[in-house]
Structure formats: structure tokens, C-alpha cells
């Protein structure tokens, strides 16, 4: 039986997506989980605190039996290919893998590769696709009652090397979303053909905010910048993209402030903003387990 799977937003049907953004909601107002009897594994090959932990609880609570691999203390130190690692683990009795990997497009190639009954979830790839932040960041809005349709969204930051922002672009499309606008220095827009075309590009993050209703800061992927990318001095990145209270007043009153985490305060914004009473920076880790755990019952049932 060919396994189910989510490498990116347009894999799935509306219908599906849909439905994994209502259920998630539902379960975080109580509703009784689908309990689970299969054998996942979460195989991780970069440092992850909210992703790793939250599909382990979603796991766990749906009764799912759950193997953690931690890639850098795996087979693959030996040289074994993720190809073959995953395969090991599907011969072992593992239904389906989430995994998170630094190589861009990675969960593609091997969805080409791997047998046909290995379920797999892109938990993030290197540049590529974050399928699943996308879903958690929608249901944390729509658990809000933000009205996506008529909603301007701005998300700010580091869009070039940003899954989570080509994944929230992508699924905010596809649910039909008002308005999407880009703010971000011009060294880190994102290439052309990245999946951002024909979205408004703004040159200061004070002109996005205005009338925005939501705004989603993506951390300083400092980690994937190159030489290319010039020196960021991150004390003037804060002046010129951090979120400020004052930044903030020139949005909507009630506009939502988003971060996937993990964030940097000082930095893409301030403590005063991300502890303040429009961030969802919480709730969308509290949301993360209830949207991966409508995951695995759309995967599995
Ligand atoms: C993000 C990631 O790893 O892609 N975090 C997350 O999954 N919550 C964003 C980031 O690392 O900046």
C-alpha cells in the first residue's frame, strides 16, 4: 500500500489542508484524538527544540509507538546515506519518518527513492519546504478567528533562506488569502522562481505594516548565510527590521505578531513585542501539537 505523504503545501488537497487546520483547532478545544497503533520515527539531522519535542507529544498523545533518531549520533556518522537510514528503520517496523534535514529538497528526492509503504513528513529542509509550520501558523489564525480572506499578511525578515516563509506563502495562497506583502533587507529577498513572485516587496518594514492584521518575523538564519550574503550586523538589522512597540502601532490595532521560533530578541524584534499581548509566539507552540497530531490522523487513518 502506497504510504501517505507531506514533503510541501502542495502536496495535499485543499479538502486535506482544510481539514488538518479545522481538526487542530477542534483538538485544542478538547476533542477526543484518533487513537493511533503505528510506529513513527522523528529523524533529525539539525538542532530542533519546538519541531522534534512538539511531533513527539503529538505522537505520544495520539498513542502513537514513537522512535527518536538523533542524526548526528546515527549510522549516517558512518557513512550510511538518509536513503538507507530510513530504510533500516522502515524494515524495523517504522510506518512512517518525519524528518528534518539541512539539504535543500532532500524529502523530493527521497520520496522518489524510498519504498512505497514508508510513510514521510518534511519537518523542514535545509531552504526548501516547512509543510507542517505553515499548518500550525494557520490554525493558531484561524483558532483567533482571523479571517484569512481578508487578512493582510506581512512577513519580515529573512525570506531568502526561509522554509517557513516559501511554506506560509504557499499555503496563505491556496486559502485565499487578502493580501501577502515582503519586508526584508534586499541582500536577503528571496531568489526569483523561490515560489515569492508577484508578491508586493516593501523597503522598510514601517510602510508593510500598515493596515497589516498579521505579521510573521523570520529569525537571521545566520547559520545559512554565506560570504555572499555580506556581514549582517545585527544591531542594525534591529533598527531597520526589528519589531518595536512603536513599529507595531503602525499596524492595525489588533494585528497578530507571529514567530516560528526560535526567535532573537533584540534582534527581529523586541522583548517588549514578543511578551506583549498581540504575539501568538506561544500559542503557536501550543498549537504545534495539535496540528501535528491532526497530521499524523490525516496520514494514518
Ligand atoms: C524554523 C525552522 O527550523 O525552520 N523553526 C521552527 O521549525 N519552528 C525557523 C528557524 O529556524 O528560524
Redesign the pocket.
Known amino acids: 500500500m502506497k504510504a501517505m505523504r507531506l514533503i510541501d503545501i502542495d502536496g495535499p488537497s485543499l479538502d486535506v489542508i482544510e481539514t488538518i487546520v479545522e481538526r487542530a483547532v477542534a483538538l485544542s478545544k478538547g476533542s477526543e484524538p484518533l487513537a493511533q497503533t503505528h510506529t513513527i520515527a522523528n529523524v533529525f539531522f ?1 538542532p ?1 527544540t ?2 522534534r519535542v512538539s511531533f513527539e507529544m503529538a505522537a505520544t498523545r495520539l498513542g502513537l509507538r514513537v522512535i527518536n533518531l538523533d542524526g548526528e549520533r546515527s549510522s549516517m556518522t558512518k557513512g550510511e546515506s538518509v536513503l538507507d537510514t530510513l530504510a533500516t528503520l522502515h524494515a524495523m517496523g517504522v510506518e512512517l519518518a518525519v524528518l528534518r534535514h539541512g539539504h535543500t529538497g532532500i524529502c523530493h528526492e527521497l520520496s522518489e527513492q524510498l519504498p512505497p509503504s514508508l510513510g514521510l513528513i518534511n519537518a ?1 529542509d535545509g531552504c526548501g519546504h ?1 509543510p507542517t ?1 505553515a499548518l500550525l501558523d494557520a490554525a493558531t489564525l484561524t483558532a483567533k478567528g482571523v479571517r484569512l480572506s481578508e487578512a493582510k499578511v506581512v512577513i519580515c525578515g529573512d525570506l531568502r533562506h ?3 516563509a516559501r511554506s506560509n506563502v504557499a499555503l496563505l495562497k491556496r486559502l485565499g488569502v487578502g493580501e501577502i506583502g515582503l519586508a526584508g533587507p534586499e541582500a536577503l529577498m528571496p531568489a526569483p522562481g523561490s515560489g515569492f513572485d508577484g508578491l508586493r516587496h516593501y523597503d522598510n518594514l514601517d510602510a508593510a505594516l500598515i493596515d497589516a492584521d498579521v505579521v510573521m518575523m ?2 537571521v ?1 545566520k547559520e545559512r548565510m554565506d560570504e555572499s550574503d555580506g556581514g549582517l550586523d545585527l544591531a542594525d538589522y534591529h533598527l531597520h527590521w526589528g519589531l518595536t512597540t512603536e513599529r507595531l502601532a503602525k499596524a492595525k490595532p489588533e494585528c497578530w505578531v507571529m514567530h ?3 526567535m532573537n530578541r533584540g534582534v527581529e524584534l523586541s522583548a517588549q513585542v514578543a511578551d506583549g499581548p498581540q504575539s501568538l509566539i506561544l500559542d503557536q507552540v501550543r498549537m504545534s501539537v495539535f496540528t501535528r497530531m491532526a497530521i499524523f490522523e490525516a496520514l494514518l487513518s
Open positions: 539539525e530542533s519546538r519541531t523542514g516547512h509550520q526561509s522554509r517557513v523570520l529569525r538564519q516560528p521560533g526560535p
